[in-house]
């Protein structure tokens, strides 16, 4: 995987204002395919850079959740360990942002949306830092602030995830509570 491009000043100041990270799943989280068991049980693989990625935002103090469409034991199981929400079968991803925003008191500007399909526009329009995995599709990609270079699968949420915390500062901080043999 190639380093990322250097991120611009106007990429700093809206990764800077996040304090609720939102993820999609499916082609975000995963690389977007759907495996079924003979029972019609579904499967889900997803990279552990991303879940740590994901638990050093949440210890970074911002709140993260999984929105997806699909009602998905695996998406609930995933979140659930990394200590982070899930929203399943959820048919207007954007009103569940919106209604996360009035949870936590913030405006949709202080929010990070990562998405790749058309599923993903409202919300990625709405928000203040919109980013899209290096394979989203074509229109989806054109309404993000950001692209990774990784797919989504393969380290894509960490790239965003890594991001938002040199961008607020927490870096040094959370690699020092690492050395220092505090979990993070």
Avoid: Y
């Amino acid at each position: 995987m190639d380093a990322p491009a250097p991120a611009s000043a106007d990429l700093l100041a809206r990764a800077a204002r996040v304090r609720l990270a939102c993820f999609d799943v499916d082609g975000t989280l995963t690389d977007g395919r759907l495996h079924f068991d003979a029972q019609g049980g579904e499967m889900k693989a997803f990279h552990v850079h991303d879940g740590q990625g994901l638990v050093l935002l949440r210890k970074a103090g911002i709140r993260v959740a999984l929105i997806t469409a699909r009602a998905s034991a695996a998406v609930e199981r995933r979140a659930a360990e990394l200590g982070i929400d899930a929203f399943c079968a959820v048919a207007d991803k954007l009103a569940r942002v919106e209604a996360l925003c009035v949870e936590a008191g913030i405006g949709l500007d202080e929010v990070v949306f990562m998405g790749d399909d058309l599923p993903d526009l409202a919300p990625m329009r709405a928000v203040g830092l919109a980013v899209a995995p290096a394979n989203a599709h074509a229109w989806t990609a054109a309404e993000a602030h950001w692209r990774t270079n990784a797919r989504g699968g393969e380290g894509a949420a960490r790239e965003l995830c890594d991001l938002v915390l040199t961008a607020q500062g927490a870096v040094d901080g959370l690699l020092q509570a690492r050395v220092d043999g505090r979990r993070a």
